[in-house]
């Protein structure tokens, strides 16, 4: 380990400081031993409930192995998500986004958020996505950790098995980006606070030395680098970074978004959000059509709020991510309370506020 690590392990968790839940971002390419590394994070929480979203291919397995030594009352099968829909990169706000939503409803929320990504994700958008305007106020990226197979980089590739990595690229239908193998590796090392070179018990000094320098010359940032074998890195070392990675997103870009970056009038990664007040509404099925329509019309990424309807004692409240919009009565309207619609509008920066308040108030 490191000092710097050692420096880094000893802050008091950003979590704690701000009130927000830190999340640790897991990545790595299938087989680098990411899955190994949370089961000891799980099995090592002392008391710490711990929130798993899980991204990866792999042969995890949500089943009581995963679970094991964790204890009920910290890791349930409840705290380990899931996410099928592919890359979790290529669909951030149509899978990301709902899922953390939804796990910041909860009653009972986690103390920590562990995210392992697929192999094939491009951190960088993951990272962004924290900046979403309902989720940057509840959680922060405590840090990215990205796993390394020490003994592939020294037998001159990036994963273990190449051919498993292209067949995953070719499963996931999601994947809306076609970087090559050695890219992605610059990219998940640029997006890195903490590199774990793991593994090295397949190594001698000589070649383990050999990966180091490979590593670094990787990326033009020098995140700190520990050494493991079989995924065996301290809890303390891997959570409680401190760092906000979210707010420093523009210094990690990928490939992808460099190439792209020629031309454009406003940063992807930034989000608008903006209110929108309505007048009462007469027919509820009618809005939510003409909600699907505007939505896609607008690229809308989330839109949200409470609309009077007129005849009813009690607000409507309007959920919509993507083209999935939820619609129900939540409570009756409270005396002296204002009986006002209003729909909060979420998207990429460079949304038409105009042509879209139109849309919303015609």
Same mark, same amino acid.
């Given at each position: 380990m490191t000092a710097e690590t050692s420096r880094a392990a000893d802050l008091t968790p950003k979590g704690?400081?701000?009130?927000?839940?830190?999340?640790?971002?897991?990545?790595?390419?299938?087989?680098?031993?990411?899955?190994? #590394?949370?089961?000891?994070?799980?099995?090592?929480? %002392?008391?710490?409930?711990?929130?798993?979203?899980?991204? +990866?291919?792999?042969?995890?397995?949500?089943?009581?192995?995963?679970?094991?030594?964790c204890g009920a009352e910290t890791c349930t099968e409840d705290d380990v998500i899931e996410l099928t829909n592919g890359c979790i990169c290529c669909t951030v706000a149509d899978d990301f986004i709902p899922t953390m939503t939804a796990l910041l409803e909860r009653p009972n929320r986690p103390d920590h958020i562990v995210i392992e990504t697929s192999g094939l994700a491009l951190p960088q958008p993951l990272i962004a996505a924290f900046n979403w305007p309902d989720i940057r106020t509840q959680v922060t990226v405590d840090g990215v950790v990205t796993v390394v197979d020490s003994a592939a980089v020294a037998a001159g590739r990036f994963a273990e098995d190449h051919d498993k990595v292209a067949a995953q690229r070719v499963a996931d239908?999601?994947?809306?980006?076609?970087?090559?193998?050695?890219?992605?590796? +610059?990219?998940?090392?640029?997006?890195?606070? !903490?590199?774990?070179?793991?593994?090295?018990?397949?190594?001698?000094?000589?070649?383990?030395?050999?990966?180091?320098? %490979?590593?670094?010359?990787?990326?033009?940032?020098?995140?700190? #680098?520990?050494?493991?074998?079989?995924?065996?890195?301290?809890?303390?070392?891997?959570?409680?970074?401190?760092?906000?990675?979210?707010?420093?997103?523009?210094?990690?870009?990928?490939?992808?978004? #460099? %190439?792209?970056?020629?031309?454009? +009038?406003?940063?992807?990664? %930034?989000?608008?959000?903006?209110?929108?007040?309505?007048?009462?509404?007469?027919?509820?099925?009618?809005?939510?059509?003409?909600?699907? +329509?505007?939505?896609?019309?607008?690229?809308? !990424?989330? !839109?949200?709020?409470?609309?009077?309807?007129e005849g009813k004692p009690a607000r409507l409240l309007i959920q919509a991510v993507g083209q999935r919009v939820d619609s129900y009565f939540d409570r009756p309207w409270a005396p002296g309370e204002a009986r006002e619609s209003r729909l909060v509008v979420i998207g990429l920066a460079g949304l038409d506020r105009a042509a879209i308040e139109r849309a919303l108030q015609a």
């Amino acid at each position: 380990m490191t000092a710097e690590t050692s420096r880094a392990a000893d802050l008091t968790p950003k979590g704690a400081a701000t009130g927000k839940i830190p999340a640790t971002v897991i990545t790595g390419f299938l087989g680098a031993g990411k899955t190994t #590394m949370i089961r000891n994070i799980l099995q090592n929480a %002392e008391g710490k409930r711990i929130a798993l979203i899980i991204n +990866e291919f792999g042969d995890l397995g949500v089943d009581g192995e995963v679970l094991k030594g964790c204890g009920a009352e910290t890791c349930t099968e409840d705290d380990v998500i899931e996410l099928t829909n592919g890359c979790i990169c290529c669909t951030v706000a149509d899978d990301f986004i709902p899922t953390m939503t939804a796990l910041l409803e909860r009653p009972n929320r986690p103390d920590h958020i562990v995210i392992e990504t697929s192999g094939l994700a491009l951190p960088q958008p993951l990272i962004a996505a924290f900046n979403w305007p309902d989720i940057r106020t509840q959680v922060t990226v405590d840090g990215v950790v990205t796993v390394v197979d020490s003994a592939a980089v020294a037998a001159g590739r990036f994963a273990e098995d190449h051919d498993k990595v292209a067949a995953q690229r070719v499963a996931d239908d999601s994947l809306d980006h076609e970087s090559p193998i050695e890219e992605l590796f +610059e990219d998940q090392l640029t997006a890195a606070d !903490l590199i774990v070179l793991n593994k090295t018990d397949l190594l001698d000094a000589e070649g383990l030395a050999a990966v180091r320098r %490979e590593v670094a010359t990787r990326t033009a940032r020098k995140p700190a #680098m520990v050494e493991a074998s079989q995924g065996s890195v301290p809890v303390s070392v891997l959570l409680g970074l401190n760092v906000g990675t979210e707010g420093d997103i523009a210094n990690r870009k990928s490939h992808h978004e #460099m %190439e792209h970056e020629a031309g454009e +009038e406003h940063d992807h990664d %930034e989000f608008d959000s903006f209110v929108v007040p309505l007048g009462p509404v007469a027919a509820p099925e009618a809005l939510v059509a003409r909600l699907k +329509e505007i939505i896609a019309a607008h690229d809308i !990424l989330r !839109l949200k709020g409470f609309v009077a309807v007129e005849g009813k004692p009690a607000r409507l409240l309007i959920q919509a991510v993507g083209q999935r919009v939820d619609s129900y009565f939540d409570r009756p309207w409270a005396p002296g309370e204002a009986r006002e619609s209003r729909l909060v509008v979420i998207g990429l920066a460079g949304l038409d506020r105009a042509a879209i308040e139109r849309a919303l108030q015609a």
